[in-house]
């Protein structure tokens, strides 16, 4: 696999064309970011676009026309042009083209850009409308980092905590990723243990709280990850019911469709819309230690 790589001192970061998707995370000689050791999950830190989770029964409408969509859309299945590169910032764009306009009927430029300071990695989504109609989508990321970060450990010897108390909800699932109901998991609490059990049945996701960061801990070493997602409504916590070494910790600005939702993606939850000639920019960032 050819791919790109950017280091400012601290982190080495490297990434491939193909869905502009981070394969390394390393720091000090330590590798953060799973790297596909067991066969639950091969993926690594897949980009979502222009949907996040999937679709009640897999379409939405435009204009009165059927467009059929995988979960977490087609962006992390396309090659990326390479935009500019430095040696601490690493920028990728996909175009709209006549692939994408079969199942997307909208014209955008999608930048996803990597930037290195200090020990921290900041993550830049641009969303461009390059044509005539307003422009719906959603966006989001889903790095999966090693957990345990040493041998010997457990997933289990690790937790998460938040910047405030949280109400901290899981998602039932129907079909992959559409929502069939939330259910409150932990009440009024910072910190969430972390166990493969709970994944079993859901996700969990944190909405609209008050906490603007996360940090993965543990009890059994120093080392840290820390995820400040302070411009995003929506947090996904995910890893494999069956026990694999990593965990995701996602930050969302849309949520999978609603059981009954409209299927006029203009009118879809939880989406954000761009004005022709407009562009739309969020960030987020990991801090290593």
């Known amino acids: 696999m050819i791919c790109e790589t950017i280091s400012n001192g601290y982190i080495t970061l490297s990434a491939t064309q193909q869905g502009a998707e981070v394969i390394s995370i390393e720091q000090d000689g330590r590798e953060y970011l799973w790297q596909k050791t067991a066969p639950q999950w091969q993926e690594q830190a897949p980009i979502l676009f222009p ?139 910072n910190i969430l243990p972390l166990s493969h059990d709970m994944f079993k049945e859901a996700v969990i996701l944190k909405a609209n709280g008050k906490s603007n960061w996360v940090k993965l801990k543990s009890d059994h070493n120093n080392y840290e990850i820390k995820v400040d997602f302070s411009e995003y409504p929506y947090l996904c916590l995910w890893s494999s019911a069956e026990p694999a070494p990593f965990i995701c910790i996602e930050p969302w600005n849309g949520l999978p469709s609603n059981v009954n939702e409209d299927k006029d993606i203009m009118k879809k939850e939880h989406m954000v819309y761009v004005e022709p000639g407009d562009r739309y920019t969020i960030s987020y960032s990991v801090d290593f230690r």
């Not at 719906?136 to 041998?151: I, K, M, Q, S, T």
């Open 51 to 189: 949907i996040v989770g999937g679709l009640e029964d897999g379409f939405y409408e435009y204009d009165g026309k059927r467009y059929d969509m995988n979960t977490h859309g087609f962006a992390r299945d396309m090659k990326f042009e390479i935009e500019e590169k430095t040696y601490t910032r690493l920028s990728y764009v996909l175009k709209y083209n006549e692939e994408t306009l079969k199942v997307y009927p909208f014209r955008f430029e999608f930048y996803v850009i990597y930037e290195l300071v200090g020990h921290t990695l900041k993550v830049t989504f641009v969303i461009k409308n390059k044509g005539e109609n307003r422009l719906a989508a959603a966006v989001g990321h889903h790095p999966g980092y090693r957990c345990p970060f040493l041998n010997g450990e457990k997933m289990e010897d690790y937790y998460l905590e938040f910047e405030c108390s949280e109400t901290i909800s899981r998602v039932l699932r129907k079909n992959g990723f559409g929502i069939r109901k939330l259910q409150d998991y932990i009440i009024d609490t």
